[in-house]
């Protein structure tokens, strides 16, 4: 019987994955998650009287499961801690944004070590043969198991969700793991597969990629990220309207009571080194969002329009913290680094486009502060050759005049290729190994791809879709099976996706 560690396995889809697979035999000897279903489980462990259970954010705060005395895992040893050298880095910027009091670096350090120790003596007190994450390990806990298990060869599974959002792939690993891709992409990539080929999900997201409408008619002084519900203040204190309104509905003493206790409780929160009030989590998020609206202002002092008669590379930077970056982007976490790159490697009288991703300064993004330091938009621009162009412009007129674009990860060097364009890739992303893209490391690399670019290199379009043809075949037809409320649709029912991700993940176990 093969026993599995399941990580932040935690959606009503994703739990009856679970219990499919001790169906078919599979011993869940260690089960972490978080949310309303996974708590509820956890209280009755009902199927799974002998798992051990832990919550996610317990995880963070290296508090370990009901049952479990670290005090008999033994210490650390140089050798273990030298071999995790590749990944601590990544989990010290991990642990970096999960820390509220901003800590001395040791103790930082000290929460790595106990990450190192503490999954260590689990994996020798339960001997796992496999350990399956919900995607790419992207908190300092789960980074250090993942690397852990690299260094006892411990099978690892990886539920990797493309952009394409009706498609995972499972991985073994988030830098190598689409080698097998690639592999299977060299035999068919000059082969002539037609689009109708391809199942109706992924030839539908080519066609749309393909015609859509043109930027003029997507464009507004808005733009579509500023309507959305993450551009507000969480914890906000109720607008005069909004009293009147519940004196009005009788709901107004109900309302209070509720806010009163929100404002005076402890919740549980991912911080590594204790929980908060709602009081002080107000007080932190709006210290925090002034912090990022001082980068907003900064950059809109820098910031000019684009020339789109110029030459130019469009680099749209990701979003930041997220696993996109680190640990994706390995050392391109810091997108400065590419920035340099690429400034480095231009060609006589061309531009770098830089363009903010414009989450990165919403209100309720309070971590994104960790990205975004004062003077950061001025380090970006100490090259001549590079300019920060408006948040707000819309990115596929940009795609469209540039004569690449660049990215770690981002779902710009997809929109690019399906557009014709080159693209150089910094990270570990699925289309990595397809037509159209050059993965860059070093300078050296990215002069010989520009060079190649601006000898007038295309993008052959019967390459790309003979890649999602490879793509089409070695991927699961999965969605929405990481949403806290699943709603069903027309392209894979919820039954549907719980077979999909079982027989999957059981096949990549046993084998």
């Given at each position: 019987?093969?026993?599995?560690?399941?990580?932040?396995?935690?959606?009503?889809?994703?739990?009856?994955?679970?219990?499919?697979?001790?169906?078919?035999?599979?011993?869940?000897?260690?089960?972490?998650?978080?949310?309303?279903?996974?708590?509820?489980?956890?209280?009755?462990?009902?199927?799974?009287?002998?798992?051990?259970?832990?919550?996610?954010f317990d995880a963070i705060k290296n508090i370990p499961p009901h049952g479990i005395d670290t005090s008999e895992f033994e210490p650390l040893s140089k050798e273990i801690i030298e071999k995790m050298h590749q990944y601590g880095w990544h989990a010290l910027s991990m642990i970096q944004r999960a820390d509220y009091d901003?800590?001395?670096?040791?103790?930082?350090?000290?929460?790595?070590?106990?990450?190192?120790?503490?999954?260590?003596?689990?994996?020798?007190?339960?001997?796992?043969d496999v350990i399956i994450f919900v995607a790419v390990p992207h908190s300092a806990t789960s980074i250090v198991l993942y690397g852990l298990a690299k260094i006892f060869k411990i099978k690892i599974i990886i539920l990797e969700r493309l952009v394409i959002?009706?498609?995972?792939?499972?991985?073994?690993?988030?830098?190598?793991?689409?080698?097998?891709?690639?592999?299977?992409?060299?035999?068919?990539?000059?082969?002539?597969?037609?689009?109708?080929?391809?199942?109706?999900?992924?030839?539908?997201?080519?066609?749309?990629?393909?015609?859509?409408?043109?930027?003029?008619?997507?464009?507004?002084?808005?733009?579509?990220?500023?309507?959305?519900?993450?551009?507000?203040?969480?914890?906000?204190?109720?607008?005069?309207?909004?009293?009147?309104?519940?004196?009005?509905?009788?709901?107004?003493?109900?309302?209070?009571?509720?806010?009163?206790?929100?404002?005076?409780?402890?919740?549980?929160?991912?911080?590594?080194?204790?929980?908060?009030?709602?009081?002080?989590?107000?007080?932190?998020?709006?210290?925090?969002?002034?912090?990022?609206?001082?980068?907003?202002?900064?950059?809109?002092?820098?910031?000019?329009?684009?020339?789109?008669?110029?030459?130019?590379?469009?680099?749209?930077?990701?979003?930041?913290?997220?696993?996109?970056?680190?640990?994706?982007?390995?050392?391109?976490?810091?997108?400065?680094?590419?920035?340099?790159?690429?400034?480095?490697?231009?060609?006589?009288?061309?531009?770098?486009?830089?363009?903010?991703?414009?989450?990165?300064?919403?209100?309720?993004?309070?971590?994104?502060?960790?990205?975004?330091?004062?003077?950061?938009?001025?380090?970006?621009?100490?090259?001549?050759?590079?300019?920060?162009?408006?948040?707000?412009?819309?990115?596929?007129?940009?795609?469209?005049?540039?004569?690449?674009?660049?990215?770690?990860?981002?779902?710009?060097?997809?929109?690019?290729?399906?557009?014709?364009?080159?693209?150089?890739?910094?990270?570990?992303?699925?289309?990595?190994?397809?037509?159209?893209?050059?993965?860059?490391?070093?300078?050296?690399?990215?002069?010989?791809?520009?060079?190649?670019?601006?000898?007038?290199?295309?993008?052959?379009?019967?390459?790309?879709?003979?890649?999602?043809?490879?793509?089409?075949?070695?991927?699961?037809?999965?969605?929405?099976?990481?949403?806290?409320?699943?709603?069903?649709?027309?392209?894979?029912?919820?039954?549907?996706?719980?077979?999909?991700?079982?027989?999957?993940?059981?096949?990549?176990?046993?084998?």
């Open positions: 019987m093969k026993k599995a560690f399941i990580i932040n396995f935690s959606t009503s889809v994703l739990i009856d994955v679970v219990k499919n697979l001790k169906e078919k035999g599979i011993d869940i000897v260690y089960w972490e998650g978080y949310r309303d279903d996974f708590d509820a489980l956890s209280n009755t462990k009902k199927g799974f009287e002998k798992t051990i259970f832990r919550h996610a901003e800590s001395h670096f040791i103790k930082q350090r000290d929460m790595y070590y106990g990450y190192i120790k503490f999954w260590h003596g689990m994996i020798q007190k339960l001997k796992p959002d009706s498609r995972t792939l499972l991985l073994g690993d988030y830098v190598d793991g689409y080698n097998q891709l690639a592999q299977e992409y060299a035999k068919t990539r000059d082969e002539k597969c037609n689009l109708e080929n391809l199942s109706p999900d992924l030839r539908n997201y080519y066609n749309n990629q393909k015609h859509t409408k043109k930027p003029a008619q997507l464009r507004d002084g808005s733009y579509a990220h500023h309507l959305t519900r993450n551009n507000k203040m969480p914890f906000r204190v109720p607008s005069i309207i909004a009293v009147f309104r519940h004196i009005y509905h009788f709901t107004f003493f109900k309302v209070a009571k509720s806010y009163i206790s929100m404002l005076f409780s402890k919740r549980k929160t991912h911080y590594y080194n204790k929980d908060f009030t709602g009081f002080t989590l107000t007080a932190m998020n709006r210290k925090w969002s002034r912090m990022n609206n001082d980068r907003k202002k900064e950059y809109f002092k820098l910031q000019s329009e684009p020339d789109y008669g110029k030459k130019y590379i469009y680099l749209p930077l990701a979003y930041q913290p997220e696993q996109t970056t680190c640990p994706m982007g390995g050392v391109f976490d810091d997108q400065a680094l590419m920035v340099d790159i690429i400034s480095a490697a231009l060609p006589q009288g061309w531009m770098l486009y830089v363009k903010e991703h414009i989450p990165q300064w919403y209100p309720h993004h309070t971590e994104s502060r960790l990205y975004r330091y004062a003077g950061y938009y001025d380090r970006i621009m100490h090259n001549k050759n590079v300019q920060l162009i408006p948040a707000q412009t819309h990115p596929f007129e940009l795609i469209k005049n540039a004569q690449a674009v660049a990215t770690t990860t981002g779902t710009s060097g997809l929109e690019a290729i399906l557009r014709s364009k080159p693209v150089l890739i910094f990270g570990y992303i699925w289309y990595m190994h397809c037509e159209g893209v050059f993965r860059i490391s070093n300078l050296e690399e990215c002069k010989d791809a520009l060079e190649k670019i601006k000898q007038g290199y295309t993008v052959n379009q019967q390459r790309v879709i003979n890649y999602l043809k490879v793509v089409d075949i070695m991927s699961i037809k999965a969605k929405n099976y990481k949403s806290r409320d699943y709603t069903e649709n027309k392209e894979i029912t919820k039954k549907e996706n719980i077979l999909n991700i079982t027989n999957a993940l059981y096949k990549a176990i046993i084998n």
